[in-house]
């Protein structure tokens, strides 16, 4: 059975600072997705990393894939307020399911 | 592409009623799923659904769930007999399996089981 799971679970970090939120998982895949979710809000997609060693920037935002490893990072640069929110990886299983990580929810204080 | 819609976006029912939820639009070159998420907590999968048929369910998708293709469109989530710990979100989410990678998620329905 696929497990996908993230760490840390809670972040809590000043604006400005430089941090990285992992994604490991069990089995191989043919996809990964980034999720960025705003309290009582719906999935909104960040990233798809399709082969081993993509890598995806988009702003202070920077996701990448280790396919060998099962591991995803998601990093984050000179945190601004604005990207407080929960952010969830997921992994694709065939196409038939795609399994989500607990959630780490970042708060980025002033 | 077009966006994943669902209605209602929040519903509010007396414990056993039975729910249906929807997702529009709806086309036969894509999967479809049904998500669940617990105010807090992790976002689980309860169905996909490709060509008129259940692709796989989890454990939780057990005798009170059922998913149909009412009209050839709308995309429904049944709940039978509702019990408190329904209470969730509830997301359809659509994805091509080749081409556009993408996996687009519809804004949810809140629903509320009192």
């Known amino acids: 059975e696929l497990k996908v799971e993230q760490n840390p679970l809670f972040l809590s970090m000043q604006e400005g600072k430089n941090y990285t939120i992992y994604c490991n998982y069990s089995t191989t895949s043919d996809r990964l997705y980034w999720y960025r979710q705003d309290p009582g809000k719906s999935l909104e997609s960040l990233f798809v990393l399709l082969s081993n060693g993509a890598v995806k920037q988009e702003g202070r935002l920077m996701a990448s894939l280790d396919t060998k490893a099962r591991l995803s990072t998601l990093h984050i640069t000179a945190a601004v307020h604005d990207l407080s929110a929960t952010y969830f990886c997921?992994?694709?299983?065939?196409?038939?399911?795609?399994?989500f990580g607990q959630g780490t929810r970042l708060t980025i204080n002033p | 592409e077009p966006e994943v819609t669902q209605t209602p976006s929040h519903q509010v029912t007396q414990m056993g009623q039975e729910v249906i939820l929807r997702c529009v639009p709806i086309?036969?070159?894509?999967?479809f799923y049904w998500y669940r998420q617990i105010l807090g907590q992790k976002v689980e999968f309860l169905v996909s659904f490709y060509n008129n048929e259940i692709s796989e369910k989890s454990e939780i998708f057990d005798d009170q769930f059922s998913v149909e293709r009412p009209d050839g469109s709308n995309f429904t989530l049944k709940i039978r007999s509702t019990k408190l710990e329904d209470s969730a979100m509830y997301f359809c989410a659509r994805l091509t399996p080749t081409g556009s990678t993408e996996a687009f998620f519809g804004q949810g329905t809140r629903l509320t089981v009192v």
């Open positions: 997921a992994v694709l299983r065939g196409a038939q399911k795609l399994v």
């Open positions: 086309s036969n070159h894509l999967y």
